[in-house]
């Protein structure tokens, strides 16, 4: 797929180590634009790490990250989401005091056009962005099945909705990149079917998709996947690739 799209996301030469460990090593990979890209390797491999790294939460000891060919090793995360780069969290993350249709609104910030002043002032312009905020929002619990539970305090819903909120929300703000950072994590079989629909759905929509996860099941969806082991690419290609891989056999599989 990257011979025919640009590449949206390219990390060239990763390292990252914690006290005397090394947990990245030289870790390059590309994410071409429209393709669902996947990042697999087993517990301890450097996941996270280089989740953490591309996303803005971990700057990398070497090597750097590129975003529509704009180095932005040294932008933070506020700054890679205002470019379109949107992540969702393994353990669901919302905000458990707001309703579900509040934490919909708020995936829309970047898109916000009034500022602090009209906002205190209630302006017609922080208005506009409100009602906006608002139907993005709704529309987007149409679209994930969320509409009956828009007045519910996203808090006191189960694991599963929480991150069907957590994924509307990502959407709601029209992310050039989602990052999914184990999303089938504490699903159920009949919800991880379902979050498999939606991420082939939204790229087919032209959504480009990070997609890490340790479920081989759901790398399924994965045009081009990268294993990662202890801190190194050890094997790039599709999934049949991947799968008759003796390497990856070996390391992640423990045939």
């Given at each position: 797929?990257?011979?025919?799209?640009?590449?949206?996301?390219?990390?060239?030469?990763?390292?990252?180590?914690?006290?005397?460990?090394?947990?990245?090593?030289?870790?390059?990979?590309?994410?071409?634009?429209?393709?669902?890209?996947?990042?697999?390797?087993?517990?301890?491999?450097?996941?996270?790490?280089?989740?953490?790294?591309?996303?803005?939460?971990?700057?990398?000891?070497?090597?750097?990250?590129?975003?529509?060919?704009?180095?932005?090793?040294?932008?933070?995360?506020?700054?890679?989401?205002?470019?379109?780069?949107?992540?969702?969290?393994?353990?669901?993350?919302?905000?458990?005091?707001?309703?579900?249709?509040?934490?919909?609104?708020?995936?829309?910030?970047?898109?916000?056009?009034?500022?602090?002043?009209?906002?205190?002032?209630?302006?017609?312009?922080?208005?506009?962005?409100?009602?906006?905020?608002?139907?993005?929002?709704?529309?987007?619990?149409?679209?994930?099945?969320?509409?009956?539970?828009?007045?519910?305090?996203?808090?006191?819903?189960?694991?599963?909705?929480?991150?069907?909120?957590?994924?509307?929300?990502?959407?709601?703000?029209?992310?050039r990149l989602l990052m999914l950072d184990e999303p089938s994590s504490?699903?159920?079989?009949?919800?991880?079917?379902?979050?498999?629909?939606?991420?082939?759905?939204?790229?087919?929509?032209?959504?480009?998709?990070?997609?890490?996860?340790?479920?081989?099941?759901?790398?399924?969806?994965?045009?081009?996947?990268?294993?990662?082991?202890?801190?190194?690419?050890?094997?790039?290609?599709?999934?049949?690739?991947?799968?008759?891989?003796?390497?990856?056999?070996?390391?992640?599989?423990?045939?």
């Amino acid at each position: 797929m990257s011979a025919m799209h640009p590449v949206l996301l390219a990390s060239q030469g990763l390292g990252h180590a914690f006290g005397g460990l090394k947990v990245l090593r030289d870790v390059s990979f590309q994410v071409p634009q429209g393709s669902i890209t996947g990042l697999i390797g087993p517990n301890g491999s450097g996941k996270t790490t280089c989740f953490n790294i591309l996303s803005g939460y971990l700057r990398p000891a070497t090597g750097t990250v590129q975003f529509a060919g704009e180095d932005i090793t040294g932008a933070s995360v506020r700054q890679r989401a205002l470019r379109g780069m949107v992540r969702t969290f393994q353990a669901p993350q919302v905000f458990r005091q707001l309703t579900v249709l509040e934490n919909l609104m708020v995936g829309g910030y970047r898109h916000v056009r009034s500022g602090p002043l009209a906002d205190m002032l209630r302006l017609a312009a922080c208005r506009r962005d409100l009602d906006r905020l608002e139907a993005d929002g709704r529309a987007m619990a149409r679209r994930f099945g969320l509409t009956p539970l828009l007045d519910r305090p996203a808090g006191t819903l189960p694991a599963g909705q929480m991150r069907m909120v957590e994924l509307a929300r990502a959407c709601v703000g029209q992310p050039r990149l989602l990052m999914l950072d184990e999303p089938s994590s504490g699903l159920s079989a009949p919800e991880i079917d379902t979050l498999r629909e939606w991420i082939v759905q939204l790229n087919a929509e032209g959504m480009t998709i990070l997609l890490v996860s340790h479920d081989m099941g759901l790398m399924t969806v994965a045009h081009e996947v990268n294993v990662l082991y202890f801190g190194d690419i050890i094997a790039t290609g599709d999934m049949a690739d991947i799968q008759a891989n003796p390497r990856v056999r070996d390391a992640y599989l423990g045939a």
